[in-house]
C-alpha cells in the first residue's frame, strides 16, 4: 500500500482547497479537545489491524467526499425520503469503511461532546490510513464543518475509469485543480495503472 505515498503533497492541498472557505488552522482543537487525532489513530489502526481492506477505502471516500462539495462529510450522510445521498450512488458503493468513521466519531464525542466535526474526522482517518500504510505524516488543518446536503445524482461529477486524459483533466479542472495534481493524485493509483500506462502512451 506504499503507493499512497506520492499522492500526498497534492492530496494535501485538495483537502485544503476544498474545505469550506472558513480559514482552517493547525490549532482548532488545541483547547477543546486535543486529544481528537490521538483518538482517531487509535480507531483507525485498530480497524485495519482488523480488515487490511481499511485504509484504503477510508483514502477514497475522503477523496470522493472532497470532490463534491468540498471535504464536508457529505460522503456519510444516509439517504432520507426521497432524497438519495452519496454514499448509496453506483460510485461510491465499493465503499465499505463508513463503520470506522462511525466508530471514530462515538469515540472523539465520548472524550469531547460536540466539538470535533465528521469532516476533520474524515480528514484524520484518510492521513492515517496513509501513514499506517507507510506512507508519510503531515499536519491536516482543522475546522472544516459538516455539510448536510449529500445528492447521489452528483456523485456524476466524480471522475469515471474510463475517462481519457482531456476528460479527466476537465473533471479536474472543473474543481480548481491543474493537470500537475491530476498527475500526482493518480500516478501511484496501482488499481488505474493500466489506465495510466494507456494515457503515457
Ligand atoms: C482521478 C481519477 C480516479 C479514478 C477514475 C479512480 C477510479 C477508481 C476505481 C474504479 C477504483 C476501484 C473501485 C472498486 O474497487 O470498486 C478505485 C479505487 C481506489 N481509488 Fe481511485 N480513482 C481516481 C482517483 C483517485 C484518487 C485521487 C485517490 C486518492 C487520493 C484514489 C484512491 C483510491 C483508492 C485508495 C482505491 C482503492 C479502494 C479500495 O481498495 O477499497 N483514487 N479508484
Known sequence: ?????????????????YSQSNALS????AKTCPQAEDIVMKVVKEEAQKDRRVPATLLRMHFHDCFLRGCDASILLSSKGKNTAEKDAPPNGSLHGFYVIDGAKRAVEAICPGVVSCADILAFAARDAV???????WNVPKGRKDGRISRASETTLLPKPTFNISQLQQSFHQRGLSLDDLVALLGQHNKCSKKINELIS
Open 1 to 17: 500500500m506504499a503507493y499512497f505515498a506520492p499522492l500526498l503533497s497534492t492530496f494535501l492541498f485538495f483537502s485544503i482547497y
Open 26 to 29: 493547525s490549532n482548532y482543537y
Open 131 to 137: 501513514v499506517l500504510s507507510g506512507g508519510p505524516y
